[in-house]
């Protein structure tokens, strides 16, 4: 029985913004203060779900966090009114009420690690959402993660819900960012790759020195286990600290794979070639490795462009595209290698480009914006159906954006509650759009 693989991205929210909140993320420190426009950046996000579903694919769609999170800046201290709890927060602790009003769950790649069916001993489709540790805006987006995606793949029959890892240093996990899946056919039993920073506790081990290292080898190797991985399928690999170092914040900002393709950059991995016998080895030799040298595209040429922040995904028509943002036109090394590298014939035969500018300025490609699920055609019929696009749910969601969304936004507005009440209007409504109950902590009181 065929399996496809499925694409959920993340809705952008009304409150996207530019806060600097991601220390070893150069996008999201250069535009900090910058006016961000979250009409344009959930509709261009839309944009891209739909040209992938117009492409074939299967697309769906998650939904964003509520925020302000005011029931954190409550726990954190602040107290009275909404409009008080924003006026003291933005007056004693501005880097708090940012981090309480950040749009991040749009990356979708970090809501969890996903196993298909093919892989897990159960045979059912295993969820692990990422306790997101390394940055706090982030780890506070894990409970709501965790409620939506139990109302998006809702039958226990098929699916498998775990708790995010303890929000710890030692257990940091930032969830499918870090994680590839190598196959033939979707259905078939994968080789899932864990790529991991550093090691939680053996501080003698090569780990970077400038920025975090987010992910852990603990956390990857628990998150294995709990989905029920065979240890024979399975490959940990250390990512480079020099190119953490550099602005590599996750695996999916230096490598992406697809069924039998691994497109990488020449200083991805530590013990690279080690690590492309052990995964050939796993594969029976058929995996085709694509190694994009330096000296064409530069570790600064990849962050920028974000050339491996790209969706590598197999068309129904059997032709393999990558899914780039346009910057990676706008960079003449990574253009020129995009050009040879349609011409070798090494089984990437198209691209296509997209303008996602607004999450591109805080470090999210195409790839962050989704969550991969392969899903049998059982598991895509027992899922919530409300959440896949269709044309209909587009429009429906476009009229949404334009009706909720503001098309300006500064630090100095996080103080309205306007902004909150809008905010909450909008969410409240999404939920009855997409099907999900009372996800949100405002529905539930
Ligand atoms: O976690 N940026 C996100 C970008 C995540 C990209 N995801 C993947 N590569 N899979 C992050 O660093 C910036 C928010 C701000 O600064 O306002 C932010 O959270």
Not at 66 to 86: E, T, Y
Not at 343 to 350: E, K, P
Not at 409 to 427: G, K, N
Request: hydrophobic share 40%; proline share 5%; net charge neutral.
């Amino acid at each position: 029985m065929m399996a496809h693989e499925a694409n959920f991205d993340g809705l952008v929210g009304p409150t996207h913004n530019y806060s600097g909140l991601s220390a070893g993320n150069i996008a999201s420190l250069t535009n900090n203060h910058q006016v961000s426009n979250p009409k344009r950046a959930a509709l261009q996000g839309l944009n891209k779900m739909q040209a992938l579903a117009n492409l074939g694919l299967i697309q769906g769609v998650i939904a964003p966090q509520m925020r302000p999170d005011i029931k954190m800046l409550r726990r954190l201290g602040f107290s009275g009114s909404d409009r008080r709890v924003l006026q003291q927060a933005a007056q004693h602790a501005p880097k708090l009420l940012t981090s309480c009003y950040s749009a991040s769950s749009m990356w979708a790649a970090n809501a969890a690690t996903v196993s298909p069916s093919a892989d897990t001993q159960d045979q059912r489709v295993h969820f692990t959402p990422a306790n997101l540790a390394s940055h706090f805006h982030r780890s506070i987006e894990q409970q709501t993660t965790s409620r939506i995606l139990a109302a998006m793949f809702n039958d226990d029959n098929h699916f498998y819900h775990h708790q995010p890892l303890p929000t710890s240093e030692q257990l940091g996990d930032e969830g499918a960012a870090n994680h590839t899946r190598f196959c033939v056919q979707h259905q078939d039993q994968g080789i899932e790759m864990f790529v991991f920073g550093r090691y939680g506790f053996d501080h003698n081990q090569p780990s970077p020195t400038r920025y975090p290292a987010r992910q852990t080898y603990e956390a990857s190797a628990a998150i294995a286990r709990l989905h029920q991985l065979d240890p024979r399928h399975v490959i940990m690999v250390q990512q480079n600290p020099l190119v953490i170092d550099q602005g590599v914040f996750h695996n999916d900002v230096i490598a992406v794979g697809n069924q039998q393709t691994l497109l990488c950059h020449q200083h991805a991995f530590l013990n690279q070639a080690n690590v492309y016998l052990q995964l050939q080895q796993k594969m029976a030799g058929n995996l085709t490795i694509i190694e994009v040298p330096n000296n064409r595209v530069s570790v600064n040429d990849a962050i920028g462009s974000y050339l491996f922040n790209s969706q590598l995904v197999t068309l129904p028509n059997g032709d393999v595209s990558l899914i780039l943002p346009q910057q990676c036109r706008e960079n003449s090394h990574v253009w020129q290698y995009i050009q040879q590298l349609l011409q070798a014939q090494q089984g990437i035969n198209r691209v296509d480009l997209f303008d996602l500018n607004q999450s591109m300025q805080n470090g999210g490609g195409p790839a962050c914006l989704r969550l991969r699920v392969v899903l049998t055609p059982q598991e895509h019929k027992a899922m919530n159906p409300a959440v896949l696009l269709t044309d209909s749910l587009f429009r429906r969601l476009q009229q949404w954006i334009h009706l909720h969304y503001r098309d300006r936004l500064v630090e100095d507005d996080l103080v309205d509650p306007a902004l909150l009440l809008a905010s909450q209007t909008a969410l409240d409504e999404l939920t009855r759009i997409l099907k999900l109950g009372s996800v949100y902590d405002f529905q539930r009181v």
